[in-house]
């Protein structure tokens, strides 16, 4: 079974007469787990593919739409919001908007509260979801006395703590410092080791994820005009012409290719740039 | 840019301090001059004082202790309606400051502060609307733009008041390559212009290829204050700060590492690719 599938879907909110989504097919196989980049021009559709993955659209996004999505088999169209929850979890970029207790343990465990888990279930869960996401000190807290960083750890624990199959995080770095935009890269590689967990990240700055990226799903004004392994795509002409922020040593080898001076593949870290250069 | 010897910094802060009303020291000792026409980036954690310290500019924080001089008048009694003719500030979040019904309302309601006449605002607001390639968006409500329109919409409405200091909280957020073009382009104007511009961003890479002067802040403190180039490349200032290194010196690092010679010199992606240039030419094959 795939864990997510659309087929010829197409979505356009209402009063707007274009197509935020415009005939999509996608699919991402469930055997095992991924490291997925979802990447696009500002207002390409990658929130709208986003929101079609727990049902939001169309359930509570109006607008009208066509075709099919799939989540490990369940019809999103009918398939409750809820339900899907527990198969996708999704992350926004914004994370106040969705932490809403007056403490980040009853944040945690708010989600599993209303899948009627057992209260003993639920506080083994929170210890080690707390435990990965480094938030022990601060669960006692509220929210908002959360530095950006902190409340990012606690949506994605509140988040994680459900289990999903997928994790989907909406440029989760956005609002962040550097130190702590690594940070949040690093913990979802860890989250991803530990739990063999997929995880799709729609992310702005190339140059902290593509080196951890395997496959890249590339969007072009509600189109999907790739899918494919990180490498085929970084080295192809679709990323070529989208003017996205690639990385600066993307930048330098991609000219040297040009001036037909560079043959191999485009290098997208420091260490496989140097790796290219040993000669 | 030549500097005259004896020319009088447009912003002079003088030990300034501010301290939250529960407590929290935001801001601690500031000391600093930006000369007219500048172009300055301030970095640094979550928390270190950026954004309190801007705030301090227009009026909208009064620091608990020391001064600030705009055009050598001290700032302390002028009211924020008065600063704001001076300085503009286009803050992170647009949807902070976007409010009105259309996108021309917004621009007009800009520049109705101004005491200008009807026919004069009318004018701005369809050249603002041109210059920001917001014209077919005229009618459109503002909470129907997308992330990109909308933040060129609030510094359309900031811009279009030709304040003459403009300070920008994260410009570059969310913003795709072709959208930060643009927004270069529109700092490089307004610079021709001799606008002063003051940019708070997390962006490493913007700032080292285009932000001339950098100051470095930590626990509202000034640690740091030079060429963004030197800045950003001592990995001292880095550490204390929890910046990362620009991919070009990290690069330079790890190629220095290698055992390659002479590039010292390189301080820019192109510094870098004729670098490279060079290197595979000499060895006259490719890699």
Redesign the interface.
């Known amino acids: 079974m795939d864990l997510v599938r659309f087929e010829s879907f197409y979505y356009r909110y209402k ?1 707007n007469e274009e197509y935020a989504l415009n005939n999509i097919n996608l699919k991402i196989e469930g055997n095992d787990s991924k490291f997925i980049l979802l990447a696009g ?3 390409s559709g990658k929130t709208s593919l986003i929101r079609c993955m727990n049902g939001l659209i169309p359930q509570f996004y109006a607008g009208f739409y066509r075709g099919k999505v799939e989540i490990q088999g369940k019809n999103t169209i009918e398939t409750s919001i809820a339900d899907l929850s527990t198969e996708v979890g999704i992350v926004f ?1 914004n994370p106040e908007n969705q932490l809403i207790t007056m403490n980040v343990e009853h944040e945690i465990a708010f989600g599993l509260e209303n899948l009627g888990v057992s209260p003993k279930e639920i506080l083994s869960r929170i210890k080690q979801t707390a435990s990965l996401t480094e938030i022990e000190d601060i669960l006692d807290k509220a929210p908002f006395e959360l ?3 902190e409340q990012q750890r606690v949506a994605i624990a509140s988040i994680l703590v459900l289990e999903p199959k997928i994790l989907i995080l909406d ?1 989760p770095t ?9 940070k949040i890269i690093n913990l979802l590689q860890e989250i991803r080791r530990e739990k063999n967990i997929t995880i799709l990240i729609s992310e ?1 700055r190339l ?1 902290l994820i593509l080196p951890f990226t395997e496959q890249i799903i590339l969007m072009k004004k509600g189109i999907i005009v790739e899918h494919d392994s990180c490498e085929k795509v970084i080295n192809g002409d679709n990323f070529q012409r989208l ?7 993307f ?2 080898f991609n ?2 290719k040009k ?6 593949n485009i290098p997208i870290s ?2 496989e ?2 790796k ?4 | 840019m030549i500097r005259m010897a004896r020319e009088i910094p447009l912003i002079m802060m003088k030990e300034i301090g501010y301290t939250y009303p529960n407590g929290t020291r935001a801001l601690k000792n500031i000391n600093l001059n930006i000369f007219t026409g500048e172009l300055i980036g301030i970095m640094g954690r979550n928390g270190a004082g950026k954004t309190s310290l801007i705030r301090t500019l227009n009026g909208l924080i009064r620091p608990t202790s020391g001064n600030i001089y705009i055009k050598n008048e001290n700032i302390n009694s002028k009211s924020i309606a008065t600063l704001s003719k001076i300085v503009g500030i286009i803050f992170q979040n647009p949807f902070h400051q976007l409010f009105a019904n259309s996108v021309e309302e917004e621009i007009n309601f800009s520049l109705r502060s101004l005491n200008l006449s009807k026919e004069e605002i009318q004018k701005r607001t369809d050249q603002t609307l041109l210059e920001f390639d917001l014209e077919k968006y005229r009618k459109r409500s503002p909470l129907n733009l997308s992330g990109g329109e909308s933040k060129k919409l609030a510094a359309a409405s900031i811009i279009c008041r030709d304040p003459q200091i403009l300070i920008f909280d994260e410009p570059t957020l969310g913003q795709d390559a072709k959208e930060i073009e643009f927004f270069i382009n529109l700092i490089n104007n307004e610079r021709k212009k001799r606008k002063t511009i003051i940019l708070i961003t997390h962006n490493i890479e913007f700032a080292y290829e285009y932000i001339p002067r950098t100051i470095l802040m930590t626990e509202g403190q000034i640690i740091a204050d030079g060429s963004t180039k030197e800045v950003l490349n001592n990995e001292f200032l880095i550490g204390q700060t929890s910046l990362i290194l620009p991919q070009i010196c990290q690069f330079y690092l790890a190629l220095q590492e290698l055992g390659l010679q002479e590039i010292n010199k390189i301080s820019s992606k192109n510094d870098m690719t004729d670098y490279l240039r060079n290197l595979i030419k000499n060895k006259s094959s490719k890699i």
Not at chain 1, 276 to 279: A, C, H, R, S, V
């Open positions: 009063g021009e500002t207002g970029q530095s950006g960083g440029e956005a609002l962040l410092d550097p130190y702590m935009a690594n702005h140059d003017r996205l922020n690639k990385p600066v040593i930048s330098i000219q040297l001036e037909n001076l560079y043959n191999k420091i260490s740039a140097i290219t250069l040993k000669f």
